[in-house]
């Protein structure tokens, strides 16, 4: 009798199996969703926080309240908090050049330009890293990824152009600040898959994010000098959405990294803009302008040429 029904319970296995794999396919659609949104409304929310807050003072208080909870998360998960010894100098890079000076450009970079282009602009960062691939691991580059990256270059001097980056000084500043900042994560994506892939995520993330709001936030009160008083509630909601949102959406992409291959994990860069871009369309309650939409579709195509034509 308990031969029988062992072998009646047996086929049971592969079903379980089945729909285990349904739901870790599941979970991983439902952060990819996640990354996507998250990353597209980013823009927004620094927008709106920096309406009443200065950006260098912006960027701290949104590490600042952060930091706790990444640090509950990387205690409760059991990773740890500190970097190597051997890697002080690796985390003190993370922090200037990851953190720090990149998140405060973005800031202020968005003073001058509207959150789609600002979405847009960042999307460009699989380019350079995979330029800075090319530079630092030798990595090779075949030549449809170098007629991809040329049509993304062609389609945002097209943008800057319309949007009158090369005639408003203002719209210039805001251009070249988001720029530099994406160059530099860009670059620190290249330097942390060469010097510190032993690191886990919520290491790589914790203490650089607090000790970056730390820095920002007394630069920001020494030299920006904030109306405390006037600051806003949407600036206030907007920060703490910000602070909420962004590391989710970081240690999401992260997250799919491991359980899908890098190429399908990167086309999140090709999705958020597109709903940045409607997204500001529909809260400016206007349309989106036909000469935007084929600039951007150029750069989008020559992101997804790089990507697809990656060497197996």
């Not at 990294?257 to 597109?274: C, T």
Request: aromatic letters at 14%; one cysteine or more; proline letters at 5%.
């Amino acid at each position: 009798m308990n031969t029988m029904t062992r072998m009646k319970e047996a086929p049971a296995a592969p079903a379980a199996k089945e729909d285990s794999g349904v739901m870790s396919g599941a979970v991983t659609a439902a952060l990819f969703a996640v990354v996507c949104l998250v990353w597209a409304t980013t823009w927004f929310g620094i927008k709106v926080a920096i309406e009443s807050i200065p950006p260098l003072t912006a960027a701290g208080v949104r590490f600042l309240i952060a930091f706790p909870i990444i640090l509950v998360a990387a205690r409760v998960m059991g990773q740890p908090v500190l970097f190597p010894k051997k890697k002080i100098a690796f985390f003190a890079f993370i922090t200037l050049f990851y953190f720090s000076i990149p998140y405060f450009l973005m800031n202020y970079g968005e003073q001058f330009i509207a959150p789609r282009l600002a979405s847009l602009i960042f999307s460009s960062m699989p380019v350079f890293s995979l330029i800075f691939s090319v530079l630092l691991l030798r990595a090779r580059v075949n030549a449809p990824q170098l007629a991809g990256i040329v049509m993304s270059f062609a389609g945002f001097a097209l943008i800057f152009s319309k949007e009158g980056a090369f005639s408003q000084s203002s719209s210039a500043i805001g251009i070249l600040a988001l720029s530099a900042a994406v160059v530099m994560h860009g670059f620190c994506y290249v330097f942390t898959k060469r010097y510190g892939t032993d690191i886990g995520v919520l290491t790589y993330t914790t203490l650089p994010i607090g000790l970056a709001g730390l820095m920002m936030t007394a630069a920001g009160l020494a030299y920006e000098h904030t109306a405390w008083a006037a600051v806003t509630n949407r600036s206030w909601l907007a920060l703490g959405y910000l602070a909420l949102a962004a590391p989710a959406g970081l240690l999401s992409y992260f997250y799919l990294l491991k359980k899908m291959p890098p190429v399908v994990a990167s086309f999140v860069y090709l999705i958020f803009p597109v709903l940045s871009i409607l997204i500001d369309a529909t809260l400016a309650g206007a349309g989106i302008d036909f000469k935007f939409i084929l600039f951007t579709a150029c750069i989008l195509t020559g992101f997804a040429i790089t990507k697809i034509a990656t060497p197996r």
